[in-house]
T-cell receptor, first 116, second 115 residues
Framework: AQKVTQVQTEISVVEKEDVTLDCVYE???????LFWYKQPPSGELVFLIR??????QNEISGRYSWNFQKSTSSFNFTITASQVVDSAVYFC?????????????FGAGTILRVKS | NAGVTQTPKFRILKIGQSMTLQCAQD?????MYWYRQDPGMGLKLIYY???????DKGEVPNGYNVSRSTTEDFPLRLELAAPSQTSVYFC??????????????FGDGTRLSIL
């Protein structure tokens, strides 16, 4: 069975600090996909990134970077020089390639509070 | 391009009442999903559909029903509202494909309170 665990329930940082949100997953499938979504205080869910199980290359997008390590079943998300606008709930999610309906399993979320 | 549209945005129901949460997408996505998000929790799948006329239960289907008569619409019905169904409901859709790497696109959510 697939499972996603977000290690931190809540993180508080001061603006300009770097912060890492940890995501650990479980799956028996060899082909799977990992996602990060952001939920700002306004409530909508915003897609940030997807990564497939065959691509362990790290990705950087502006102040955001993602570190995928199959050996430790982790897909961690780092925000560099955090800003108040980064305050949100961040969700990690997993989808197995063989799963009918391509359903997503979400972690419980990490609340990030960035203080000025 | 509207994406995924959910109505209403907010609703208060009395115990035992019924209502339908509407979801429509204009992206020609075959796959659609309904989730609920309880306070401080992640999203849990209620029902999903891989195409018109096809629906399946997710993790927490009890107390809900769905239908999918068209590709665009995927309404969620609560027949006898209970306080435990107080939650934020999200509808999502995704592009069909042989691989599951396409992201799901979410609506803005419906905040439902049962009193």
């Amino acid at each position: 069975a697939q499972k996603v665990t977000q290690v931190q329930t809540e993180i508080s940082v001061v603006e300009k600090e770097d912060v890492t949100l940890d995501c650990v997953y479980e799956t028996r499938d060899t082909t799977y996909y990992l996602f990060w979504y952001k939920q700002p205080p306004s409530g909508e869910l915003v897609f940030l990134i997807r990564r497939n199980s065959f691509d362990e290359q790290n990705e950087i997008s502006g102040r955001y970077s993602w570190n995928f390590q199959k050996s430790t079943s982790s897909f961690n998300f780092t925000i560099t020089a955090s800003q108040v606008v980064d305050s949100a709930v961040y969700f990690c999610a997993l989808s197995e390639a063989g799963e009918y309906g391509n359903k997503l399993v979400f972690g419980a979320g990490t609340i990030l509070r960035v203080k000025s | 391009n509207a994406g995924v549209t959910q109505t209403p945005k907010f609703r208060i129901l009395k115990i035992g009442q019924s209502m339908t949460l509407q979801c429509a997408q204009d992206m020609n996505h075959n796959y659609m999903y309904w989730y609920r998000q309880d306070p401080g929790m992640g999203l849990k799948l209620i029902y999903y559909s891989v195409g018109a006329g096809i629906t399946d239960k997710g993790e927490v289907p009890n107390g809900y029903n769905v239908s999918r008569s068209t590709t665009e619409d995927f309404p969620l019905r609560l027949e006898l509202a209970a306080p435990s169904q107080t939650s934020v409901y999200f509808c999502a859709s995704r592009l069909t494909g042989g691989l599951s790497n396409q992201p799901q696109h979410f609506g803005d959510g419906t905040r439902l309170s049962i009193l």
